[in-house]
């Protein structure tokens, strides 16, 4: 599987911007799709997800209100949209995908399997 992220970029605080996220290959396999980001000096940790087929959608404390996860199927793609930005959301963007279906575990990175090349969310004050 290969995944993709698009989007990232610089926003003033209150601004909005969405993240794209295309997997190819092996996507038959897959259980759902999270966002995690990772800020300089700081752990990973997990912004959001979805499961392919039923829908059910995750969202960090941090980000519930002001983030929305979306998913294509046809198009294999995850959408992550994100409004009322804070300084504090900036950090790298990972998207990731997850095979097991174990939804105990969708907010933890370890349970993923496959991870994009991350794209940086800048947000100024």
């Known amino acids: 599987v290969q995944l993709q992220a698009f989007g990232g970029g610089l926003v003033q605080a209150g601004g909005s911007l969405r993240l794209s996220c295309a997997a190819s290959g092996r996507t038959g396999f897959n259980y759902g799709m999270g966002w995690f980001r990772q800020a300089p000096g700081k752990e990973r940790e997990f912004v959001a997800a979805v499961t392919w087929r039923a829908g059910g959608i995750y969202y960090a404390d941090s980000v519930k209100g002001r983030f929305t996860i979306s998913r294509d199927n046809a198009k294999n793609t995850v959408y992550l949209q994100m409004n009322a930005l804070k300084p504090e959301d900036t950090a790298v963007y990972y998207c990731?995908?997850?095979?097991?279906?174990?939804?105990?575990?969708?907010?933890?990175?370890?349970?993923?399997?496959?991870w994009g090349q991350g794209t940086l969310v800048t947000v100024s004050s």
């Open positions: 990731a995908t997850k095979s097991s279906e174990n939804r105990w575990t969708i907010k933890y990175g370890d349970s993923y399997d496959y």
